[in-house]
């Protein structure tokens, strides 16, 4: 079956940089997208943007775009997702998920990303 | 951005009765939207796609409708696991957007 398998929660000051992994499996990881999409607490989901794992395009969203860069390691079915310059606005909970460019359909666990001083 | 607005908040519901949820999008996003259900300490999980396509291995009970700007999500027949908070989210323009969810819990 699916499964994402996601790096462990993390704690960060402000200003630092955050790199979270997302590990596949049960599918062709180079036929899909990955996705990142977070959720800061009682806030709607976010999506920040995805990777085409097959041929390396990104897509950002414009929000992100400057502070975010998404990566993957075909040969280890994972993909990595760095956010840089983090202020405690970006405390959230960070998910992988599988989809093709538009639409997501298997999620990993999350991630629980802390920014406090 | 397109902004998905989800209606109501909370809805609850007894056990067995149906659940009617709303999503509208600030312009239309033809039939590019899914629905994600989640459950507290859980990754969402895809329910619906493409407006009123049931994701793999959802029940029948499930049924979405919908094109435009207005979508329902349906739940006939309320069962005990689908107690949870559901998102729409489209998937017709940059970036993909998410509405502020409607949490089904119980009456």
């Known amino acids: 079956q699916v499964r994402l398998v996601q790096s462990g929660a993390e704690v960060r000051t402000p200003g630092a940089s955050v790199k979270v992994s997302c590990t596949a499996s049960g599918y062709t990881f180079t036929s899909y997208a990955i996705h990142w999409v977070r959720q800061a607490p009682g806030q709607r989901l976010e999506w920040m943007g995805w990777?085409?794992?097959?041929?390396?395009?990104?897509k950002y969203s414009q929000k992100f775009q400057d502070r975010v860069t998404i990566t993957r390691d075909t040969s280890a079915s994972t993909a990595y997702m760095e956010l840089g310059s983090l202020r405690s606005e970006d405390t959230a909970v960070y998910y992988c998920a599988r989809g093709d460019i538009v639409l997501i359909d298997y999620w990993g666990q999350g991630t629980l990303v802390t920014v406090s001083s | 951005e397109i902004v998905m607005t989800q209606s109501p908040a909370t809805l609850s519901v007894s056990p067995g009765e149906r659940a009617t949820l709303s999503c509208r999008a600030s312009?239309?996003?033809?039939?590019?939207l899914a629905w994600y259900q989640q459950k507290p300490g859980q990754a969402p999980r895809l329910v619906m796609y493409?407006?009123?396509t049931r994701a793999t291995g959802i029940p029948a009970r499930f049924s979405g409708t919908g094109s435009g700007t207005e979508f329902t999500l349906t739940i006939n027949s309320l069962q005990s696991e689908d107690f949870a908070v559901y998102y729409c989210?489209?998937?017709?323009?940059?970036?993909?957007?998410f509405g502020g969810g409607t949490k089904v819990e119980i009456k």
């Open positions: 312009q239309s996003v033809s039939s590019n």
């Open positions: 990777i085409n794992v097959g041929n390396g395009d990104k």
């Open positions: 989210q489209q998937f017709d323009y940059w970036p993909l957007t």
């Open positions: 493409s407006a009123s």
